[in-house]
């Protein structure tokens, strides 16, 4: 646990993991010397084949008279057909067959050190052999033939590729021997043009186009010979020109039925209304009438009249109350509801004659009735021409899917056979082309022989390899770094366990005044916090603690005792009296994790600090200290630091100073 603060910090950091560096250092070091002069040599052949443009290159004529079927990308690259064709399987392993026995019985290189690697080699290669054979015989991996295992090694040694819109096939194979590798090309080249011609090869299409051809026809006349039929049991030279026909006249018909249907409602109505108004005329009506007055209510108001002259006249004699009077009055009312009964006219005479109204309504009547016999009439044969026309047109609907699915395989015949036709020619020539051998790639760039190895670089390796090591060194620094959980100085002990740290004791060198002086004022920090106004009052007892046994806590306690006594302050160690005013009791609680008695000890201590070793306490530790002391005192004061070294040489300190003080 170091904190990174300066360039000071990242040399203390190559100093505490020299070692490691050294190592890692030597060991990469090592392992690229032994790779640059040990590691078995490749060389590389290379060769290029051009693809000229063709056919065959872009797209058989299967697929380019088809485009409403196929559409080919636009960016369709044809030359990665040729690399799969060029590093499939079967020319592989043709390629391997061939050369087996040639690679197995190739002589030894000449040269001692050739030879040497030879042998190794050979003997690394029957070791594995064997342990392949044992793998085997349990089971473990699948047989392989020898064929199949060189098959493997030269498709992973060869590569293929083009650069994009080129159409040059750049081959590339890698092999322990020059001669070989040159060889293994040219073959696998030849190899490939012959397969591809092969493959490619059309001798039985130009059967094939003149076979479809005459089928297609066959089909044709038969299709034709079915839609014939078909249309003559309807009766139309067109399925659709029919079915347009009798929907029209169906629509048509339709129609006209609905306006006789609507006429005849109409005629019904105006008929009922006609009943409806003969019902009430009568049969004759009256030209003349004669009115005179009526005689008997006239005798009435004459006699209404005398008893009224009689009741003035007794009104002259008798008061309104008397009996006559009374008499009188009832009898004027009861005269006065007889005159008002009867009417004041009366009919003397008329002359009749015949209702002309009643006459014309009858006339009407009869022709409505005959009018809508005849649209009943009319209806009932429009709909007996409806019912047939819609048979008709079942009857179409019936044979028009038929008709539909024979149009369509018709036309599709007839497509087929227009590119049969024109493909019959096109296939005779591909047919003589192929019986030519003509072929539409060109070895533009034969095998090459390249003496010079591709791997390993050893010129290389040599330059890099120092460079290489020391890289390799500062990343195994930097990875201890990352693991190292030691604690070295003080710098994130505070932020790393919460508590303050009281000071940080150097390692005690007394060889140089220097050394001592840093110790010195490390104790005298340590000094500075133990109030000295408390120690006065009250007096001080103070616990110091480690986690484990070695930490330096006997070590502090006598420094610190030292320097105490030195300033005139009373110092006891251990005891089990309390401090007295102006008294400190150093306490010595050492090895937490295995000493019962130190929690005895510390029980009686006002301060408590946890001693910690540099370079030899780890954070875990430490913190399960932390943990064990909280839980037991529910405190820990502080943190003292000791032993911490500086790990950087003062030479190199100092050559450093000087270096930067010139600058």
Same mark, same amino acid.
């Given at each position: 646990?170091?904190?990174?603060?300066?360039?000071?910090?990242?040399?203390?950091?190559?100093?505490?993991?020299?070692?490691?560096?050294?190592? =890692?250092?030597?060991?990469?070091?090592?392992?690229? @010397?032994?790779?640059?002069?040990?590691?078995?040599?490749?060389?590389?052949?290379?060769?290029?084949?051009?693809?000229?443009?063709?056919?065959?290159?872009?797209?058989?004529?299967?697929?380019?008279?088809?485009?409403?079927?196929?559409?080919?990308?636009?960016?369709?690259?044809?030359?990665?057909?040729?690399?799969?064709?060029?590093?499939?399987?079967?020319?592989?392993?043709?390629?391997?067959?061939?050369?087996?026995?040639?690679?197995?019985? =190739?002589?030894?290189?000449?040269?001692?050190?050739?030879?040497?690697?030879?042998?190794? &080699?050979?003997?690394?290669?029957?070791?594995?052999?064997? @342990?392949?054979?044992?793998?085997?015989?349990?089971?473990?991996?699948? &047989?392989?033939?020898?064929?199949?295992?060189?098959?493997?090694?030269?498709?992973? %040694?060869?590569?293929?590729?083009?650069?994009?819109?080129?159409?040059?096939?750049?081959?590339?194979?890698?092999?322990?021997?020059?001669?070989?590798?040159?060889?293994?090309?040219?073959?696998?080249?030849?190899?490939?043009?012959?397969?591809?011609?092969?493959?490619?090869?059309?001798?039985?299409?130009?059967?094939?186009?003149?076979?479809? =051809?005459?089928?297609?026809?066959?089909?044709? &006349?038969?299709?034709?010979?079915?839609?014939?039929?078909?249309?003559?049991?309807?009766?139309?030279?067109?399925?659709?020109?029919?079915?347009?026909?009798?929907?029209?006249?169906? %629509?048509?018909?339709?129609?006209?039925?609905?306006?006789?249907?609507? @006429?005849?409602?109409?005629?019904?109505?105006?008929?009922?209304?006609?009943?409806?108004?003969?019902?009430?005329?009568?049969?004759?009506?009256?030209?003349?009438?004669?009115?005179?007055?009526?005689?008997?209510?006239?005798?009435?108001?004459?006699? @209404?009249?005398?008893?009224?002259?009689?009741?003035?006249?007794?009104?002259?004699?008798?008061?309104?109350?008397?009996?006559?009077?009374?008499?009188?009055?009832?009898?004027?009312?009861?005269?006065?509801?007889?005159?008002?009964?009867?009417? !004041?006219?009366?009919?003397?005479?008329? /002359?009749?004659?015949? !209702?002309?109204?009643?006459?014309?309504?009858?006339?009407?009547?009869?022709?409505?009735?005959?009018?809508?016999?005849?649209?009943?009439?009319?209806?009932?044969?429009?709909?007996?021409?409806?019912?047939?026309?819609?048979?008709?047109?079942?009857?179409?609907?019936?044979?028009?899917?038929?008709?539909?699915?024979?149009?369509?395989?018709?036309?599709?015949?007839?497509? %087929?056979?227009?590119?049969?036709?024109?493909?019959?020619?096109?296939?005779?020539?591909?047919?003589?082309?192929?019986?030519?051998?003509?072929?539409?790639?060109?070895?533009?760039?034969?095998?090459?022989?390249?003496?010079?190895?591709?791997? $390993?670089?050893?010129?290389?390796?040599?330059?890099?390899?120092?460079?290489?090591?020391?890289?390799?060194?500062?990343?195994?620094?930097?990875?201890?770094?990352?693991?190292?959980?030691?604690?070295?100085?003080?710098?994130?002990?505070?932020?790393?366990?919460?508590?303050?740290?009281?000071?940080?004791?150097?390692?005690?060198?007394?060889?140089?005044?220097?050394?001592?002086?840093?110790?010195?004022?490390?104790?005298?920090?340590?000094?500075?916090?133990?109030? $000295?106004?408390?120690?006065?009052?009250?007096?001080?007892?103070?616990?110091?603690?480690?986690?484990?046994?070695?930490?330096?806590?006997?070590?502090?306690?006598?420094?610190?005792?030292?320097?105490?006594?030195? /300033?005139?302050? %009373?110092?006891?160690?251990?005891?089990?009296?309390?401090?007295?005013?102006?008294?400190?009791?150093?306490?010595?609680?050492?090895?937490?994790?295995?000493?019962?008695?130190?929690?005895?000890?510390?029980?009686?201590?006002?301060?408590?600090?946890?001693?910690?070793?540099?370079?030899?306490?780890?954070?875990?530790?430490?913190?399960?200290?932390?943990?064990?002391?909280?839980?037991?005192?529910?405190?820990?004061?502080?943190?003292?630091?000791?032993?911490?070294?500086?790990?950087?040489?003062?030479?190199?300190?100092?050559?450093?100073?000087?270096?930067?003080?010139?600058?």
């Amino acid at each position: 646990m170091i904190e990174i603060r300066s360039f000071r910090d990242l040399l203390r950091l190559f100093f505490i993991f020299r070692r490691e560096f050294k190592l =890692a250092a030597i060991a990469a070091l090592v392992i690229i @010397l032994l790779g640059a002069f040990l590691l078995p040599a490749k060389y590389e052949s290379t060769a290029r084949l051009l693809v000229k443009p063709g056919r065959d290159s872009t797209l058989p004529i299967e697929i380019s008279n088809r485009q409403a079927l196929v559409m080919p990308s636009t960016q369709r690259d044809p030359i990665v057909d040729e690399e799969r064709l060029l590093t499939g399987r079967p020319i592989v392993r043709a390629v391997a067959e061939h050369y087996l026995e040639v690679i197995d019985n =190739a002589p030894p290189p000449e040269g001692f050190w050739k030879r040497t690697k030879y042998y190794v &080699k050979s003997g690394v290669g029957a070791v594995f052999d064997g @342990l392949r054979v044992v793998l085997e015989t349990v089971g473990v991996v699948e &047989k392989t033939t020898p064929v199949e295992r060189l098959a493997a090694g030269l498709e992973k %040694n060869f590569e293929v590729s083009h650069a994009a819109g080129s159409t040059v096939m750049d081959i590339s194979f890698k092999w322990g021997d020059p001669q070989i590798a040159q060889a293994v090309v040219k073959d696998w080249v030849e190899t490939y043009i012959n397969e591809r011609t092969q493959a490619l090869g059309r001798k039985s299409l130009y059967a094939f186009y003149e076979g479809q =051809a005459a089928n297609s026809a066959t089909e044709i &006349k038969s299709y034709k010979q079915q839609i014939l039929t078909h249309l003559n049991e309807i009766g139309a030279a067109s399925i659709t020109d029919r079915l347009e026909d009798l929907s029209e006249r169906i %629509n048509v018909l339709r129609g006209e039925t609905f306006n006789t249907t609507r @006429l005849i409602a109409s005629s019904d109505s105006a008929i009922q209304s006609t009943r409806n108004q003969l019902k009430g005329q009568p049969k004759e009506v009256t030209t003349v009438r004669q009115i005179a007055l009526n005689p008997q209510q006239q005798d009435l108001r004459r006699l @209404l009249n005398q008893k009224l002259l009689e009741k003035a006249d007794m009104m002259r004699t008798y008061t309104d109350n008397a009996p006559p009077v009374k008499a009188l009055d009832a009898s004027i009312r009861a005269m006065q509801v007889q005159v008002a009964s009867e009417s !004041n006219t009366i009919q003397a005479s008329e /002359n009749r004659a015949p !209702n002309t109204l009643e006459i014309h309504l009858q006339r009407v009547l009869l022709d409505e009735t005959s009018n809508n016999l005849a649209l009943r009439t009319q209806l009932v044969q429009q709909q007996k021409q409806l019912v047939n026309l819609e048979a008709q047109r079942k009857q179409a609907l019936e044979i028009e899917p038929e008709l539909a699915r024979l149009s369509r395989e018709l036309n599709t015949t007839e497509r %087929n056979y227009a590119l049969y036709v024109d493909n019959l020619e096109k296939s005779r020539i591909d047919r003589e082309l192929d019986n030519s051998q003509i072929s539409n790639i060109a070895v533009i760039e034969e095998a090459t022989l390249n003496p010079g190895r591709i791997f $390993p670089k050893t010129l290389v390796m040599l330059v890099l390899a120092i460079p290489f090591a020391i890289v390799v060194g500062l990343l195994v620094i930097y990875l201890c770094y990352l693991l190292d959980q030691r604690i070295h100085d003080g710098g994130l002990v505070e932020r790393k366990f919460g508590l303050p740290l009281w000071t940080t004791l150097p390692e005690l060198d007394t060889t140089t005044a220097q050394s001592a002086n840093a110790f010195n004022a490390s104790i005298y920090r340590l000094y500075s916090l133990l109030q $000295p106004a408390r120690i006065a009052e009250q007096g001080l007892t103070l616990g110091l603690t480690s986690a484990r046994h070695g930490e330096g806590v006997t070590f502090v306690v006598e420094q610190l005792r030292q320097l105490l006594a030195e /300033n005139g302050i %009373n110092v006891r160690v251990g005891g089990l009296e309390a401090a007295a005013p102006g008294e400190v009791v150093l306490l010595d609680a050492s090895a937490l994790l295995a000493n019962r008695d130190a929690f005895v000890t510390l029980r009686r201590a006002d301060l408590i600090a946890l001693v910690v070793e540099a370079r030899k306490s780890t954070v875990p530790v430490v913190e399960h200290a932390l943990s064990i002391l909280n839980t037991a005192f529910g405190k820990v004061d502080g943190i003292i630091i000791n032993r911490r070294k500086f790990e950087v040489p003062s030479k190199v300190l100092q050559t450093i100073g000087k270096y930067r003080g010139a600058f």
